[in-house]
T-cell receptor
Framework: QKEVEQNSGPLSVPEGAIASLNCTYS??????FFWYRQYSGKSPELIMF????GDKEDGRFTAQLNKASQYVSLLIRDSQPSDSATYLC??????????FGPGTSLSVIP | GAGVSQSPSNKVTEKGKDVELRCDPI?????LYWYRQSLGQGLEFLIY????????KSGLPSDRFSAERTGGSVSTLTIQRTQQEDSAVYLC????????????FGPGTRLTVT
């Protein structure tokens, strides 16, 4: 079992819809969870982080964490074509180790 | 500096040559990571440094790859006897030490081995 799994996509949503990106992880002791966005040819940039169970909202983005189910998700409301990118889930199972998922490619269709 | 910097931004080298890639982390960040990303692929972890601790080299693909971090700041990734399969973007990231700190990535070095 891979340590961090994501649907590779591509995920296509129409402009204005909600995009839902999912991530599961295997290390139950993981403490912190991050979502990065990577545009083609660019470096990953942090968009959200979450440490506690529940929801965390920041503008159009909501991160959801369920440690019992070892599941973290990212919702993007009112999706825009500029949201088209690859979204990377990252998990920190310990002090400094970081494990990235393979990424989900999102395409927002105008 | 304001962010993580890497140099060179692009490097073209001939097969069999050695290359050095440099990373300048964000000032004060104690953790530094190197990743490799081939075209259309995810991030492949290579190595990370945390403070004065021994680096975690578990992701280095072969003994042709090595890295050092001098003075707890600048890091150099060295690839000896480069092969065509080494062609990729090499990304550096830094982080404050601890489980709850996020990583910040540099712009990467695109390495092409001809």
């Amino acid at each position: 079992q891979k340590e961090v799994e994501q649907n590779s996509g591509p995920l296509s949503v129409p402009e204005g819809a909600i995009a839902s990106l999912n991530c599961t992880y295997s290390d139950r002791g993981s403490q912190s969870f991050f979502w990065y966005r990577q545009y083609s040819g660019k470096s990953p940039e942090l968009i959200m982080f979450i440490y506690s169970n529940g929801d965390k909202e920041d503008g159009r983005f909501t991160a959801q964490l369920n440690k019992a189910s070892q599941y973290v998700s990212l919702l993007i409301r009112d999706s825009q074509p500029s949201d088209s990118a690859t979204y990377l889930c990252a998990v920190k199972p310990s002090y400094d180790k970081v494990i990235f998922g393979p990424g989900t490619s999102l395409s927002v269709i105008p | 500096g304001a962010g993580v910097s890497q140099s060179p931004s692009n490097k073209v080298t001939e097969k069999g040559k050695d290359v050095e890639l440099r990373c300048d982390p964000i000032s004060g960040h104690t953790a530094l990571y190197w990743y490799r990303q081939s075209l259309g692929q995810g991030l492949e972890f290579l190595i990370y440094f945390q403070g004065n601790s021994a680096p975690d080299k578990s992701g280095l693909p072969s003994d042709r790859f090595s890295a050092e971090r001098t003075g707890g700041s600048v890091s150099t990734l060295t690839i000896q006897r480069t092969q065509q399969e080494d062609s990729a973007v090499y990304l550096c990231a830094s982080s404050g030490g601890g489980a709850f700190y996020e990583q910040y990535f540099g712009p990467g070095t695109r390495l092409t081995v001809t």
